[in-house]
T-cell receptor, first 116, second 109 residues
């Protein structure tokens, strides 16, 4: 079956612009995660959704970052007033249950964001 | 503080040699640890979990609570093992993974 998909695969924007990154999780997966991976680093947690609600947004770096999952499936990560330091690969992952750490997460291919 | 440390950025070995990718963690509770792998131009994928005590593609990892380590081992490396390997700690109630910085394994013919 289809895995987690993310669009776009690459996004180049200018400093100060607004961007939206989309994630389509595996059908039926209730848990959805966003991670950010900077060059030379491992993925860093941003936000976790259980259904439609953000159960843990403690990883969002500041209020320029926001994410939604209005119908409990597709999620959009929104970044306002982008800065060069936002350049990274943004990864989405989904899992079939809330206690999903025990079954592992399925990652998407990522969106590479470059802020000029 | 919860933390995962992978001290080696690059591990370079010849085909058939043993491999050990090091991972140390810091966690106050009972840890659950994972190894993820990313092959070239592929997505991050789960390799193995310590609770399963499994061997995947010849790799094993044993949790050593005394040394707070979860090293990944393989007795005979293959060229197709070349990839980025990430050790990750499950952060329990917060339901998130804490990743190490990763180690690139390069297996030469």
């Amino acid at each position: 079956g289809a895995g987690v998909s993310q669009t776009p695969s690459n996004k180049v924007t200018e400093k100060g612009k607004y961007v939206e990154l989309r994630c389509d999780p595996i059908s039926g997966h209730t848990a959805l995660y966003w991670y950010r991976q900077s060059l030379g680093q491992g993925p860093e947690f941003l936000i976790y959704f259980q259904g439609t609600g953000a159960a843990d947004d403690s990883g969002l770096p500041n209020d320029r970052f926001f994410a939604v999952r209005p119908e409990g499936s597709v999620s959009t990560l929104k970044i306002q007033r982008t800065e060069r330091g936002d350049s990274a690969v943004y990864l989405c992952a989904s899992s079939p249950m809330e206690a999903s750490g025990r079954v592992g997460k399925f990652f998407g291919p990522g969106t590479r964001l470059t802020v000029l | 503080a919860q933390r995962v440390t992978q001290p080696e950025k690059l591990l370079s070995v010849f085909k058939g040699a043993p491999v050990e990718l090091k991972c140390n963690y810091s966690y106050s509770g009972s840890p659950e640890l994972f190894w993820y792998v990313q092959y070239s131009r592929q997505r991050l994928q789960l390799l193995l979990r310590h609770i399963s005590r499994e061997s995947i593609k010849g790799f094993t990892a044993d949790l050593n609570k005394g040394e707070t380590s979860f090293h990944l081992k393989k007795p005979f490396a293959q060229e197709e093992d070349s990839a980025m390997y990430y050790c990750a700690l499950f952060s329990g109630g917060y339901n998130k993974l804490i990743f190490g910085a990763g180690t690139r394994l390069a297996v030469h013919p």
